[in-house]
């Protein structure tokens, strides 16, 4: 592969570019001026004019610096130009998970919107039937993740023998949840002749070999020096780390949400289980909270990711895994209610804060088995936090570091409590694939569908168990042909029968 190389620190004197200016056409131009995007972030000042012209590109920038806008810019202005067939798609954007698919789709639908651009995001979870019927019907961008994408070519309803330019977002993230084959399976399936364009925020050996195989005469661009790239990441960020007791860190967070200034906050945990119980705690004590992870059904993530973004609610406890791809710009607070496992985990968590050239808050909290490893990621980040204070939820540098109002108990006074909940999103019927979480039957007892209890191999009615039986009835024997009389049990007293009204 042969490369050339592009950093920021070559465009300096072009802070001042528009989109226009950078070859982006007008009607492109002017959906992002609506929606208040008038100059570009360094890594699309770099890339667009290149992929503009159909230059290959490796893209390597942070999390939140507009990587979405430096290669769909292009895409769109390439299927406006070139529409080709109506039924097949012209561009292929891979993604590792769900939510960043949801994303970018959002973002290319926002900047296409003037130019009718169609655009359908593909991926698990959902179900099969509405993705087809938009294949059916005909997309200029598929956005999906590898899982999926191969599904529907192996299939049919994905013919990618139209794609002219395929993205790779996020690669190092789908290296780490082990796409890789699926991603090369994929660039396969493509025509030899295409652009492709490759981001990452880190470039690990294996990408840097994909990237040889599959891209011509790449141009690297890199938005911020390489040996800077952790600082860059945090430095715009305020750092708060404590030194926790286990059984007070729900006083600790729910005081903590009530910093002044404090705005959308997203609260990460460890495990599944951690995040149900950290939102309902949450929810009880008066806040507007949701949980995110692995467990829940597609629709139901979806649905607080709506709530979020739209303000129903303030608080997202999520795990790492399912908050990849979630690009929040207004997110004031992160907190690591639990320590993270390595120093790579704890820069993702906090850079999903200070986005979009704003700054900041992250909290971790480390409990007292917790310090060895947290010395290891502040080590390795080169971070001035070795030695966390001992901190309770009545700490005085406590309050004084996160502008937490004097006096503040750890529930939500009634009178600030104007959120809707996620109970006012409603729920998206679609199609969730895999098993769903099931509410409880009515009564309390358990569900035992439309089995029937047996007896002896032969089944019971629970409805006729439940009336007196009479002398002369019958029922069926197996053979289901000879009726069989059933025998009334009698009351005895002393060897006499009694009635019932001898009682």
Known sequence: ??????????????????????????????????????????????ALPLALNGTDIIGQARTGTGKTFAFGLPLLQSAQANPGEATRPRALVVVPTRELAIQVAADLSTAGKRIGSRILTVYGGRAYEPQIEGLRKGVDIVVGTPGRLLDLQKQRHLDLTGVSSIV?????????????????????????KRQGMLFSATMPSEIVS????????????TAGDDDDVNESRISHIYQHVFRTHGLDRPEMLARLLQAEGRGLTMV?????????????????????????HGDLGQSQRERALRAFRNGKIDVLVATDVAARG??????????????????????????????AGRSGTAVTFVEWQEVARWKLINTALDLPYADPPETYST????????????????????????????????????????????????????????????????????????????????????????????????????????RKDQD
Not at 210 to 221: A, I, N
Not at 327 to 343: K, Q
């Open 168 to 192: 790779l977002d996020e690669a190092d993230k789908m290296l780490d949840l082990g796409f890789l084959p699926d991603i090369e399976r994929i660039l396969n399936l493509l025509p030899d």
């Open 326 to 355: 979630l690009d929040v710009d207004d997110v004031t607070h992160v907190v690591n209610y639990e320590c993270p496992e390595d120093g790579k985990t704890y820069t993702h968590r906090i850079g999903r804060t200070g986005r």
């Open 395 to 498: 700490s005085a540098h406590f309050f004084e570091a996160l502008g937490i109002p004097s006096g503040t108990k750890g529930t939500l006074a009634k009178e600030r409590r104007k959120r809707a909940g996620l109970e006012a999103e409603q729920v998206e019927d679609i199609g969730d694939t895999g098993q769903q979480r099931k509410e409880s039957s009515e009564g309390g007892g358990r569900r035992r569908g439309n089995r029937r209890r047996t007896r002896g191999g032969r089944k019971s009615d629970t409805a006729s168990a439940e009336k007196p039986a009479d002398s002369t009835s019958t029922v069926r024997d197996q053979g289901g042909d000879k009726p069989v009389r059933r025998r009334r049990r009698r009351r005895t007293r002393n060897g006499t029968e009694v």
């Open 1 to 46: 592969m042969e490369a050339t190389a592009l950093t920021s620190t070559d465009t300096t004197n072009q802070t001042r570019e528009t989109f226009r200016d950078l070859g982006v056409d007008s009607e492109i131009a002017d959906a992002l001026e609506a929606e208040g995007i008038v100059d570009p972030f360094p890594i699309q000042s770099l």
């Open 268 to 292: 990460f945990c460890q495990t599944k289980r951690a995040c149900d119980q950290v939102a309902t705690e949450l929810k009880r004590r008066g806040f507007a909270a949701a949980a995110v």
């Open 210 to 221: 994909l990237s040889r195989r599959y891209l011509h005469r790449p141009t690297h661009v």
